[in-house]
């Protein structure tokens, strides 16, 4: 399975960003995905998760009501919308994927063996 991520960029406090992590390859069924960030010098941060079927979806208490995810399993797609961007949400967001059983604690990224490259996001 690759996953590739996308969508990042340079944005204005206040503004908007959709990203995408589409999943490829070997996909045997539907998988649970998490999403994660890593800001310099900081530790990887758990952000969401969303379950192979999209009805059990979670989030770090930080970013409830900012960060929404969503998938489009026909496309194997996972998006992530985040609004009000704040200057400390500058990292690099990463997608992860595994098969089910997945874990709903947004922190466990060790179940996850599949990961994308990142996508980063700047604000100021």
């Known amino acids: 399975v690759q996953l590739v991520e996308s969508g990042g960029g340079s944005v204005q406090e206040g503004g908007s960003l959709r990203l995408s992590c589409a999943a490829s390859g070997n996909i045997y069924g539907t998988y649970c995905f998490g999403w994660f960030r890593q800001a310099p010098a900081k530790k990887r941060e758990g952000i969401g998760y969303?379950?192979?079927?999209?009805?059990?979806?979670t989030y770090e208490d930080s970013v409830k009501g900012r960060f929404t995810i969503s998938r489009d399993s026909a496309k194997n797609i996972v998006y992530l919308q985040i609004d009000s961007l704040k200057p400390e949400d500058t990292a690099m967001y990463y997608c992860?994927?595994?098969?089910?059983?997945?874990?709903?604690?947004?922190?466990?990224?060790?179940?996850?063996?599949?990961w994308g490259q990142g996508t980063q996001v700047t604000v100021s």
């Open positions: 969303i379950g192979k079927d999209g009805s059990t979806i």
């Open positions: 992860a994927a595994d098969v089910p059983p997945c874990s709903y604690d947004v922190r466990d990224a060790y179940q996850y063996n599949h």
